[in-house]
């Protein structure tokens, strides 16, 4: 049985945000692989630590120091400073996730939650698709 749902998450500032609950709580009761995808360029979506909320400052700090918006080689700015910077760490952290359900729970491990890499300063609401396949 494969269900699939599109979703709009809000507008969040740029940075690394807990978005698990926006994606559990649209979940069949499915034993199966759940599949999430974004259909954005300029966010990104991981699945990482959500204990400690430095590890998302982390993330943050780390990818604008390797992608500096200061950088003067970029051609694709039309957005501003964030637009190519925002394509490239889009596509270092990638537009989809994966992992297992069972009867509706996710099988995520006891630390780890999914997250929306936003990585516009200006990024508005995200569009979502979830897609589930799986078994009663």
Known sequence: MIKQIEIKIPPHKRGFHLISNYIFDKLPNLTGIVH?????????????ENADYTVRED????FNKMVPESANYF?????????????IKS?????SISFPIK??????GIWQGIFLCEHRNNGGSRNIIITVYGED
Do not use: R, Y
Not at 36 to 48: E, G, R, W, Y
Not at 91 to 95: F, I, V
Not at 103 to 108: A, D, E, F, K
């Open 36 to 48: 999430v995808f974004i259909k954005h360029t300029s966010a990104s979506l991981t699945i990482n």
């Open 59 to 62: 993330f943050e700090t780390h």
């Open 75 to 87: 051609k694709h700015t039309i957005e501003g400073p964030d637009d190519m910077t925002s394509h």
């Open 91 to 95: 596509s270092l952290l990638g537009s």
């Open 103 to 108: 009867n509706g729970t996710p099988q995520l």
